[in-house]
């Protein structure tokens, strides 16, 4: 049984197994979808938000969450979608974007004032597999509609970049 009220580090810990479906590697905490954690007893409520508006991916992140609380003991989860703020990928952790270029795909860039203010602004993104600079975009939409994918000019391999919000 579970006495304190306040045990939602113990939460996070679950919830650091429950990874994105679309990008293996990375877990809910890490691309920084869980605003809040909420606990009374063995009652727990998740509060999430979706990294890209209609983001198939989210109906799944939340019966995960779900399904891993009660593999964990805590009988009836609650998960809740919070639209605002909406997320950016600020949230997301340095493990989570270290985790996502070793994946291949390039994390979201720093200067976000500089790359982000034009949705159709043409971005420096610098390449996943040899670091280079030297890369182009090919399409607005990659395998997922949050991911755009990119070409290097270098090393020649297409990769996707994880969109700035
Ligand atoms: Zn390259």
């Given at each position: 049984m579970v006495t304190?009220t306040?045990?939602t580090?113990?939460?996070k810990?679950?919830?650091?197994?429950?990874m994105?479906?679309e990008i293996?590697?990375?877990?809910?905490?890490?691309?920084?979808?869980v605003?809040n954690?909420?606990?009374?007893g063995?009652?727990?409520t998740v509060?999430i938000?979706p990294?890209y508006?209609?983001?198939?991916?989210?109906?799944?992140i939340?019966?995960?969450?779900?399904?891993e609380l009660?593999?964990?003991?805590?009988?009836?989860?609650?998960?809740i979608?919070?639209?605002?703020?909406?997320?950016?990928?600020d949230?997301?952790?340095?493990?989570?974007?270290?985790?996502?270029k070793?994946?291949?795909?390039a994390?979201?860039m720093?200067?976000?004032?500089a790359?982000?203010?034009?949705?159709?602004?043409e971005e420096?993104?610098?390449?996943?597999h040899?670091a280079?600079?030297?890369?182009?975009?090919?399409s607005?939409?990659?395998?997922?509609a949050?991911?755009?994918l990119?070409?290097?000019?270098?090393?020649?391999?297409?990769?996707?970049?994880?969109k700035c919000h």
């Open positions: 304190t306040n045990d580090s113990a939460i810990l679950i919830l650091e197994q429950v994105d479906p293996p590697v990375l877990s809910v905490i890490d691309l920084g979808v605003r954690i909420r606990s009374a063995n009652k727990v509060f938000t990294t508006s209609g983001c198939p991916a989210m109906d799944v939340a019966m995960n969450i779900r399904m009660m593999a964990h003991g805590y009988p009836e989860p609650e998960v979608m919070q639209l605002h703020p909406a997320w950016t990928t949230w997301m952790t340095e493990k989570g974007k270290t985790q996502l070793q994946y291949g795909i994390p979201p720093l200067n976000r004032h790359s982000c203010t034009d949705l159709f602004a420096s993104v610098q390449c996943p040899c280079s600079w030297h890369t182009g975009r090919l607005e939409f990659g395998s997922t949050c991911k755009s990119y070409k290097c000019d270098d090393c020649l391999e297409p990769f996707d970049y994880f």
